[in-house]
């Protein structure tokens, strides 16, 4: 069977079922006791305090806000060269969850900000394209639901996708391009001097792959509801016609 066939609406659907159920129930083995550990059995941290632990959300939430994009500008290729109406929906699907993550990635930054940096905000090269990354994914939305025709829409997201790819890239790799500004290095490195220590790596691993596996679960349940949708309009409109 070829891997396009499990992208056909009547397949997807069948495939998915199980493996949404799975990605369910697997972020909240993984999360719930990721955060529980981070919360309540890490100390607090030398620098900074029990502030530390907002690490446990805000990690996660902006790794998921960036690469939710970078999933739907691999969507988006996929409607652009095959024509293929499921991927289109699946990048429609991940634009909210985008949404909410960023707004958590920034809430949590803020509140991270204020007794760090003493300000909730800072126009910080990482903070600033992260902001224009939350503004790309409201005007991502907001072309799907000014355009009337589907494929057109989905024409038009796609290209906005391309364009907004490049905020998503320096929203990841800011602190390399500038070597001023407040936001500190990545939190998971390779590098052993700039990585977290273990006692607080090992939650926030747990807590990533539960956002992950939460994430997974939620784009397929949206997809298949974009293809419910899409059904439905089909039948109106032949009912319409007839």
């Not at 939350?134 to 025709?149: K, M, S």
Request: charged content about 10%; hydrophobic content about 60%; glycine content about 6%.
């Amino acid at each position: 069977m070829s891997y396009w066939e499990l992208a056909n609406p009547r397949r997807f659907m069948g495939w998915t079922a199980p493996v949404m159920s799975w990605a369910f129930g697997l972020a909240a083995i993984t999360l719930i006791p990721g955060i529980i550990w981070g919360y309540f059995f890490t100390p607090d941290a030398v620098r900074f305090g029990s502030t530390v632990k907002i690490i446990y959300i805000h990690v996660p939430a902006a790794f998921i806000a960036i690469n939710a994009w970078i999933m739907m500008l691999v969507a988006s290729l996929i409607w652009l060269v095959r024509r293929h109406h499921v991927s289109a929906l699946a990048a429609r699907a991940a634009a909210p969850i985008g949404v909410i993550m960023t707004v958590i990635g920034l809430a949590t930054g803020a509140i991270w900000g204020q007794p760090m940096w003493g300000t909730y905000w800072a126009w910080d090269p990482r903070l600033t394209s992260f902001l224009i990354l939350f503004l790309f994914y409201l005007g991502y939305i907001a072309l799907w639901v000014a355009t009337e025709d589907a494929d057109t829409a989905a024409d038009l997201t796609s290209w906005l996708c391309i364009v907004g790819s490049v905020f998503a890239l320096m929203s990841r790799y800011a602190v390399l391009f500038w070597n001023q500004g407040l936001h500190q290095g990545a939190s998971l490195s390779l590098d052993a001097e700039e990585n977290v220590s273990d006692i607080f790596w090992q939650p926030l691993v747990l807590c990533i792959v539960g956002f992950v596996l939460l994430t997974i679960a939620l784009v397929l349940l949206r997809t298949r509801t974009e293809i419910r949708l899409r059904r439905i309009r089909t039948l109106e409109l032949r009912a319409r016609a007839a």
